[in-house]
């Protein structure tokens, strides 16, 4: 009976300690991959993708040459500035009626200053007078001395007539509206006209009696070129705006 229970005792001493062995071996063993994973084909991995670069042709850096001479700054300066201010007096010439404004702006100055400072030289130069001998009686001189006195007093006036005309075509090219241009151009246009048309009665009808030769070439040419441009600038401004007052 004894001998019986040892042995059933050894018995299960045995199947413990092997359950014991069994359950260390599983749990010291990794655990195993699913069936799914392990069936799967490897991964191949990709190579990477050469990019092939074309180099960059590099253009060589202009040689400068040292020993030229160099124009100074002052001077380079200068010039940009008497270009700039080339163009810029072109441009506003050439604009809309600038240029007969002021082609009529430096005519009447020049005029006004040769008749106004210096009217005893203008009626030697332009108008007829006889020469007075010295056997001439004194009548007659003193009627010419006269006639001296009062073309030098009508020319001083006619300058005083140029510098207004002048004032008015400076005024009119500083204000750009063009109800004040189209009016300085018909004063201009009517000055020049009713100059050029006295000068060609005095010239045709009284020939060698009012004036001399030279005063038909300067005088007259200059009055009939002034009356041109004006008649074609007053043109202008009539088609553009449509009224000529």
């Known amino acids: 009976m004894s001998e019986s229970?040892?042995?059933?005792?050894?018995?299960?001493i045995s199947n413990s300690s092997q359950s014991q062995t069994s359950d260390?071996?599983?749990s010291s063993s990794p655990p195993s991959l699913p069936k799914?994973?392990?069936d799967s084909p490897p991964l191949t991995r990709k190579e990477?993708?050469?990019?092939?670069?074309?180099?960059?042709?590099?253009?060589?850096?202009?040689?400068?040459d040292n020993t030229t001479d160099k124009a100074p700054p002052t001077w380079a300066f200068i010039v940009g500035h008497a270009r700039y201010f080339a163009k810029t007096s072109l441009r506003f010439i050439f604009k809309d009626n600038n240029l007969?404004?002021?082609i009529n702006v430096v005519y009447h100055l020049i005029a006004a200053?040769?008749?106004i400072l210096k009217p005893s030289k203008t009626v030697v130069r332009y108008v007829f007078i006889p020469p007075t001998l010295s056997t001439s009686s004194s009548p007659l001189r003193y009627q010419i001395?006269?006639?001296t006195a009062i073309a030098t007093d009508s020319f001083r006036s006619l300058g005083v007539l140029h510098l207004a005309?002048?004032?008015?075509?400076?005024?009119?090219?500083?204000d750009r509206r063009q109800s004040t241009e189209r009016s300085a151009l018909l004063v201009l246009t009517l000055s020049a006209i009713g100059q050029t048309w006295a000068h060609f009665d005095a010239y045709w009808k009284h020939t060698g009696s009012q004036y001399t030769y030279k005063a038909l070439k300067e005088v007259g040419s200059s009055n009939i070129f002034i009356t041109l441009i004006s008649l074609v600038a007053l043109s202008k401004t009539v088609k553009r705006t449509g009224k000529l007052i």
Do not use: H
Not at 5 to 12: E, G, I, Q, R, W
């Open 24 to 26: 260390s071996s599983d």
């Open 165 to 174: 005309l002048g004032v008015a075509s400076a005024l009119a090219l500083k």
């Open 100 to 102: 007969p404004l002021l």
């Open 48 to 64: 990477p993708i050469e990019v092939k670069k074309t180099p960059a042709i590099l253009k060589p850096l202009p040689i400068v």
């Open 5 to 12: 229970l040892d042995m059933s005792t050894a018995s299960m």
């Open 36 to 38: 799914s994973i392990i």
């Open 113 to 115: 200053r040769s008749l």
């Open 145 to 147: 001395e006269q006639t």
